[in-house]
């Protein structure tokens, strides 16, 4: 008996026309920005995924100022997993929430070390297993360390704007993550992810966005509307 072949959906009018308008945005915003990529400094990928780590509840330029002298003292994972967790602590106390992060990151180097023969695994199963590493963390490294598209990174201006330019009726990051993966071609889904964060941080902030200075003002269906 043969088996039956499962028909792809065709998406309906009201998507085609958002995709349509989502790729009009990205071209815009890759013009506007061709310049973005990550904030975080990094060398290798588990500088990166130190660096993500570390970015939790911080500023990405707080972070680019502390990693320096910790991968100076820490350059592996081997000797990050050796490290005492009061000298790690006193090297990353201006990140906030300094205790837990000194031991998501040695708990990671460990894991690295003890199960991945000291290299940043580059699946997304494998770094969930990792201490400190959640979706949005693996995401990171697996799109900008390896080139590997599996999601979206979510963070507070990709959630703010893409809910703005009627990409998605969620605020759950996890939901705002699943529509813009419907929404956009996975070969785009990481340099997507640095042009909503640039242009949150320099045009559509949170309190008062530039609409009269927005390059994509004529695509947003929230274009001069007060928050």
């Known amino acids: 008996m043969a088996k039956k072949t499962s028909k792809k959906k065709t998406p309906s009018k009201k998507m085609r026309d958002t995709m349509a308008r989502g790729q009009r945005i990205y071209k815009q915003l890759e013009k506007e920005f061709p310049e973005a990529k990550c904030a975080l400094l990094h060398d290798n990928p588990f500088e990166l995924l130190i660096a993500t ?7 990405d330029e707080r972070v680019n100022m502390t990693t320096p ?13 050796n490290a005492k967790q009061e000298d790690v602590e006193k090297i990353i106390r201006s990140c ?74 969620h605020t759950d990051p996890v939901k705002v993550e699943r529509d813009l993966m419907q929404l956009f071609p996975a070969e785009q889904w990481t340099m997507l992810s640095h042009l909503l964060i640039w242009h949150g941080r320099r045009t559509c902030s949170a309190r008062k966005p530039d609409c009269d200075h ?5 695509d947003c269906p929230q274009r001069g509307v007060k928050n």
């Open 96 to 169: 906030g929430f300094y205790r837990n992060k000194a031991k998501s990151i040695r708990g990671a180097a460990m894991g690295i070390v003890e199960d991945h023969d000291g290299k940043v695994p580059d699946a997304m199963d494998e770094l969930l297993e990792l201490p400190g590493v959640a979706r949005k963390t693996a995401n990171v490294v697996l799109g900008n360390a390896f080139g590997i598209n599996v999601g979206m990174v979510v963070d507070t201006h990709i959630k703010r704007l893409s809910y703005r330019m009627g990409f998605t009726s």
């Open 53 to 59: 780590i570390l970015s939790a509840q911080c500023t």
């Open 214 to 218: 927005c390059p994509v003002a004529n």
């Open 69 to 81: 002298a910790l991968f100076k003292k820490y350059p592996t994972p081997e000797k990050m997993a």
